[in-house]
C-alpha cells in the first residue's frame, strides 16, 4: 500500500481565515491525506490567503513563485489559493501563476478535496468562485464541516458570514458577501458538541457579530412569522453559548460599535463564561474621517458607549483597532484620534497605516492619500499614547491573582509557560511542574509590560460551576 498524500496549509489574515484552513485540513484528511510536517514532505500546499493587509498580492506571488520550483521537484505536487484574494483576484491568479491548480473563493471551503481530485484528473488548473447569493448552507458555514484544529481545547464557531457595512477602507462585502446568520440552535448545538469533546473555550466569529440575527427576523417578518424573536438576538446568543455544560470561556469578535447595545453588555455581565474582554474598533478619533470611512458614529457616541461598557461589566479589558492616515487625514483629525485613544484607555490596540485596496471607495482617493513620512510620524506618535495606557492598566494588575488558560511553553525560552487570563492578557509564568495546554491555573501577577503579563504559578484552577477537576497528573 502506498504512503498517504500529505499537505500543508499556510493562512494569511483574520480569525475568519484560520477557522476556514483548519476546515480545508479537516477535509482533505477525510479525504485520506495526512499534514506534513513541512513544505519540503508535503504533496498538497494550500495557501488561504487574505486581502485586507498590505501587500498581500505581492506576498501570495512571493509564495507562489517558490512553489514552482517546489512543485516541479516531484511528480502529483498540487498547490491550491484559496480565501479572499483568491476570490477578488481570481483570474489574475491564474494569469500570473499558471502552475497553480486550483484556485477557489471564500464561498468553495466545502469543495477542497474535490476539487484537488477534479484537477488532477482533468490535468489542468480549476477555478471555482462562488458568489454569497447562491452557495449552499454547507459553504456558508464552514462550522458543518469536518475540522482538524489546531488546539483540542479552543475552537472558533462561526455565528455569521458577510457583511453590510461599506466601511471606505475594507474590501471584506466584496469578497466575503452580504450578512448571513447562522440558525441560532445551530450555533448553540455546535458548541455543545464542542464542549462534548473537551473544548472549554469558543470564540464566535463574524465580520459584525452584535449584528446577528437581523437578516433572520427580517426574513421571518417577511414570511408572516409573528412569532420571530425580538431583539437583541447577539445577547440570547452570548447567555445560551455561555450557559452550555463545559464552556468555560467564551469570546466573541468582531463587532462593530454603531450596532453595539446594553443588552450585549448586561449578557457579558451576567454570564458568567463570557470573557471580561470586548474588542472596540475605533478606526479614528476624528467625526470627519469616521463619515468619511462611513463609520455611522461620532468619537462621543463612541465613548458614551465604552463608558457603559465599563459600568455595566466588572473588571472589563478593551481592545481596539485604528487607522492612521485615512486620505484626507488633517494634523487636527489626528489630534483628534490621540485624544480619543488617551480618553478610551485602551488595555490593547492594533495600529495600522492605511492602505489602499482596490476595490475599495478609498482606493480612489489618490488625491488625498496621506505623505508616508508624515503617517511613519503619526504611527509612533498613536503607538507611543496606547502603550503608556496599555502599561498603566497592566501595572494596575499587579499582586492580583488571575485565572490563566494554560497555552504551552513560551515560544521564546520554553522554561516558561505562557497562558491567557479571561480579559485575553498574554501571561508568561513558572511552573513547579509542566502543565497541560488546555488546563487552568491560577497565577499571582508580580510585573507588568505593555504587551504582556508575568507572574508566579498559585494552584491549579477548578471551575466549580461545572465541576470539573483536573488531577495533578493532567498538569
Not at 499534514?35 to 512571493?62: F, H, M, Q
Not at 484559496?82 to 486550483?102: F, I, N, P, T, Y
Not at 458548541?191 to 459584525?208: I, K, Y
Amino acid at each position: 500500500m502506498s504512503d498517504p498524500r500529505r499537505y500543508v496549509v499556510r493562512t494569511y489574515g483574520c480569525q475568519m481565515n484560520e477557522h476556514d484552513s483548519e476546515r480545508i485540513a479537516g477535509l482533505l484528511e477525510s479525504d485520506g491525506l495526512v499534514a506534513a510536517g513541512s513544505e519540503a514532505d508535503a504533496d498538497v500546499v494550500v495557501l488561504n490567503t487574505c486581502c485586507i493587509r498590505e501587500n498581500a498580492d505581492n506576498k501570495l506571488y512571493g509564495n507562489l513563485g517558490h512553489l514552482k520550483t517546489w512543485k516541479s521537484q516531484r511528480d502529483g505536487r498540487q498547490i491550491v489559493v484559496s480565501g479572499c484574494l483568491a476570490q477578488k483576484d481570481r483570474d489574475e491568479v491564474a494569469r500570473r501563476a499558471g502552475h497553480v491548480d486550483v484556485v477557489m473563493g471564500t464561498h468553495n471551503v466545502h469543495r477542497a478535496a474535490e476539487l484537488l481530485a477534479e484537477a488532477a484528473g482533468a490535468g489542468a488548473p480549476i477555478t471555482e468562485i462562488l458568489d454569497a447569493a447562491v452557495v449552499e448552507d454547507q459553504a456558508m458555514f464552514p462550522s458543518a464541516l469536518p475540522v482538524r484544529r489546531e488546539t483540542s481545547y479552543a475552537s472558533w464557531v462561526t455565528i455569521q458570514i458577510g457583511c453590510d457595512n461599506r466601511c471606505a477602507f475594507c474590501i471584506v462585502p466584496a469578497v466575503r458577501g452580504e450578512e448571513i446568520s447562522r440558525p441560532f440552535d445551530d450555533v448553540v448545538d455546535e458548541v455543545r458538541r464542542l464542549a462534548a469533546d473537551g473544548v472549554s473555550e469558543v470564540t464566535l466569529l463574524g465580520q459584525n457579530v452584535n449584528s446577528y440575527g437581523r437578516d433572520l427576523q427580517i426574513a421571518a417578518r417577511r414570511a408572516g412569522d409573528t412569532s420571530a424573536r425580538p431583539r437583541p438576538l447577539f445577547a440570547d446568543l452570548l447567555s445560551a453559548v455561555g450557559d452550555v455544560e463545559g464552556i468555560r470561556r467564551v469570546r466573541f469578535t468582531s463587532p462593530h460599535p454603531k450596532d453595539m447595545r446594553p443588552e450585549t453588555f448586561s449578557a457579558m455581565a451576567e454570564t458568567e463564561a463570557v470573557c471580561e474582554h470586548l474588542h472596540y474598533p475605533l478606526q479614528s478619533g476624528s467625526d470627519r474621517v469616521l463619515a468619511l470611512m462611513h463609520r455611522g458614529y461620532t468619537a462621543e457616541r463612541y465613548l458614551e458607549r465604552l463608558a457603559q461598557a465599563r459600568s455595566t461589566i466588572p473588571d472589563l479589558a478593551v481592545s481596539t483597532d485604528i487607522i492612521v492616515g485615512f486620505p484626507g487625514e488633517t494634523d487636527d483629525d489626528f489630534e483628534r484620534t490621540l485624544e480619543v485613544s488617551a480618553a478610551a484607555e485602551y488595555d490593547y490596540a492594533y495600529t495600522f497605516v492605511f492602505s489602499p485596496r482596490d476595490g475599495t471607495e478609498a482606493a480612489a482617493m489618490e488625491a488625498d492619500f496621506v505623505d508616508p513620512r508624515v503617517v511613519a510620524d503619526r504611527f509612533e506618535r498613536l503607538r507611543t499614547v496606547v502603550e503608556r495606557s496599555a502599561l498603566l492598566r497592566h501595572q494596575a494588575r499587579v499582586g492580583r491573582v488571575e485565572e490563566v488558560l494554560v497555552e504551552g511553553p513560551s515560544k521564546k525560552d520554553p522554561s516558561i509557560t505562557s497562558g491567557r487570563t479571561r480579559q485575553n492578557k498574554l501571561v508568561h509564568f513558572d511552573a513547579p511542574v509542566p502543565l497541560r495546554a488546555g488546563s487552568y491555573a491560577m497565577v499571582e501577577v508580580t510585573r507588568a509590560a505593555p504587551h504582556h503579563l508575568l507572574g508566579e504559578f498559585v494552584e491549579r484552577s477548578v471551575d466549580a460551576r461545572h465541576t470539573v477537576r483536573i488531577p495533578v497528573a493532567a498538569l
